[in-house]
């Protein structure tokens, strides 16, 4: 399945008939009441930038007995993570900053092309871009990242390299909801990582990486059928 651009998908694309009602993810004080038949797998729309372990965890749980599906996968450069969600038969578009006039005119066709796919759940999986606004806007609450250290340690792009450099004996990892700070939105899970003396920042990463796998599937297990009620800095799964 090839990888297309974000123009092509424009041309082609055909805004689905409204699904069933599904499991809203609200960033409100309720809990959502599912109404979703139980039959309709949740829409999720992976973002990634890198080699797509993670998009692959998640791609590979959907093909068995679990409450959602991958819809699509939306890249920002040519990345394995593509080549995975071909070998998937997962949609695949990528949106590449260069080749919109500014970060703004990016952001609002990223946004355009993840809408088009209708989730019910957005996950950053390596993906090495801010989303700005209008993005953050369209997904409210919906928006999961998984950042590869016990936040609010280490944010950035290079966590498990700042993690060695510091020192710290252990790191870990945090999911978390996305919002406009950069690793700043409320946690919805988190799990530690020894760092072992010998750890390179590659050997220590993949570590991270096996533990990320895991716990990134079972979190938008919960999020889809159970919702989450985000108070403050407070992210409750019910
Ligand atoms: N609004 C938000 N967008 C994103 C968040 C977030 O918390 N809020 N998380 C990131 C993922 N991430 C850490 O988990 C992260 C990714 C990239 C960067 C960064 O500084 N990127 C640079 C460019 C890097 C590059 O292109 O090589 C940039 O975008 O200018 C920081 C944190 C997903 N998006
Ligand atoms: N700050 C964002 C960031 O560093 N994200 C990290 O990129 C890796 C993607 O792995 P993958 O490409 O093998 O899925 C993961 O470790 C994820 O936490």
Redesign the pocket.
Same mark, same amino acid.
């Given at each position: 399945m090839p990888v297309a651009s974000s123009d092509e998908l424009a041309r082609s694309v055909i805004r689905r008939s409204a699904l069933n009602s599904h499991t809203d993810v609200r960033s409100t004080h309720s809990a959502p009441v599912d109404s979703r038949d139980p039959e309709t797998p949740s829409r999720v729309v992976v973002l990634a930038s890198g080699s797509g372990t993670l998009f692959q965890a998640l791609a590979d749980a959907a093909t068995g007995d679990f409450p959602a599906c991958i819809a699509a996968l939306v890249t920002d450069r040519d990345c394995e993570a593509e080549a995975r969600a071909q070998r998937a038969g997962i949609e695949c578009v990528r949106v590449t900053p260069r080749s919109y006039s500014d970060r703004a005119a990016w952001n609002h066709a990223l946004t355009s092309v993840v809408d088009s796919y209708r989730p019910d759940l957005v996950v950053?999986a390596g993906?090495?871009?801010?989303?700005?606004p209008e993005f953050?806007a369209a997904f409210p609450g919906k928006i999961v990242?998984s950042?590869p250290a016990l936040l609010p340690a280490f944010?950035? +792009?290079h +966590?498990v390299r700042d993690a060695l450099s510091y020192g710290v004996r252990v790191t870990g990892t945090t999911i978390h909801i996305?919002?406009?700070?950069?690793?700043?939105?409320p946690v919805l899970a988190q799990e530690a990582v020894t760092v072992g003396t010998d750890d390179s920042e590659s050997s220590l990463h993949e570590r991270i990486k096996a533990v990320e796998r895991r716990l990134l599937v079972e979190v938008v297990a919960a999020l889809v059928t159970r919702g989450v009620i985000i108070d403050g800095r407070k992210a409750l799964i019910p």
């Amino acid at each position: 399945m090839p990888v297309a651009s974000s123009d092509e998908l424009a041309r082609s694309v055909i805004r689905r008939s409204a699904l069933n009602s599904h499991t809203d993810v609200r960033s409100t004080h309720s809990a959502p009441v599912d109404s979703r038949d139980p039959e309709t797998p949740s829409r999720v729309v992976v973002l990634a930038s890198g080699s797509g372990t993670l998009f692959q965890a998640l791609a590979d749980a959907a093909t068995g007995d679990f409450p959602a599906c991958i819809a699509a996968l939306v890249t920002d450069r040519d990345c394995e993570a593509e080549a995975r969600a071909q070998r998937a038969g997962i949609e695949c578009v990528r949106v590449t900053p260069r080749s919109y006039s500014d970060r703004a005119a990016w952001n609002h066709a990223l946004t355009s092309v993840v809408d088009s796919y209708r989730p019910d759940l957005v996950v950053t999986a390596g993906f090495m871009r801010i989303l700005g606004p209008e993005f953050l806007a369209a997904f409210p609450g919906k928006i999961v990242n998984s950042h590869p250290a016990l936040l609010p340690a280490f944010p950035g +792009a290079h +966590a498990v390299r700042d993690a060695l450099s510091y020192g710290v004996r252990v790191t870990g990892t945090t999911i978390h909801i996305v919002d406009e700070g950069v690793d700043t939105g409320p946690v919805l899970a988190q799990e530690a990582v020894t760092v072992g003396t010998d750890d390179s920042e590659s050997s220590l990463h993949e570590r991270i990486k096996a533990v990320e796998r895991r716990l990134l599937v079972e979190v938008v297990a919960a999020l889809v059928t159970r919702g989450v009620i985000i108070d403050g800095r407070k992210a409750l799964i019910p």
